[in-house]
């Protein structure tokens, strides 16, 4: 399996569902950076009255602060995954082919039909897929603008290793 793949891939979900990912991470950055600061947890401000009044305790002052920490750096890691996932979400509504490119460059094409926003295919394996083609942001490379009548053929281009990454391929027809 190709490293490459494997990241475009992870990158295909955000860029697929923009609509969705810009209202998501939208709502979501600002918690997980609050989360993600010092202090953000309930009984943090009330212990730093507690510290600043001379009021604790030498057994009550805190040990360690590991697990603080690592919660700490976990929510900083999601708080750039979404915000990464904003980006890309931000670009692929206006556009942009994020991921697009990259799969109908490396992409494997095969026969598929249409039905609405969905798209049926079959990979070289055997294997059938029904995937979803979202209105607001179209799996359909290098026309983003192209029409594709329901039950018609259309020319499917996927990863070998994550066939759920794909682009519809308007530059050709089955014929």
């Known amino acids: 399996m190709n490293p490459m793949d494997s990241v475009f891939w992870l990158l295909n979900f955000p860029a697929a569902h923009g609509y969705a990912m810009v209202f998501i991470a939208g709502f979501s950055i600002l918690g997980l950076f609050v989360m993600s600061a010092r202090g953000a947890t309930a009984a943090g401000g ?8 001379g009021l604790l305790r030498a057994q009550d002052r805190p040990r360690g602060q590991i697990a603080g920490r690592v919660r700490r750096i976990v929510f900083r890691i999601l708080a750039f995954v979404m915000l990464g996932s904003l980006v890309i979400g931000i670009l692929s509504l206006t556009g942009v082919p994020v991921t697009r490119a990259y799969i109908y460059d490396n992409g494997r094409p095969t026969t598929a039909t249409t039905d609405g926003d969905w798209v049926t295919f079959t990979t070289a394996e055997g294997v059938e897929y029904t995937i979803e083609s ?14 594709f009548p329901t039950g018609e053929p259309v020319v499917v281009r996927y990863l070998p290793g994550h066939p759920q990454a794909f682009v519809i391929d308007s530059s050709q027809t089955p014929r």
Do not use: S
């Not at 009330?46 to 009044?53: D, G, K, T, V």
């Not at 979202?134 to 029409?147: E, G, I, L, M, S």
């Open 46 to 53: 009330l212990r730093q009255i507690r510290e600043r009044e």
């Open 134 to 147: 979202n209105f607001f942001t179209p799996a359909v490379y290098p026309d983003r603008d192209a029409y």
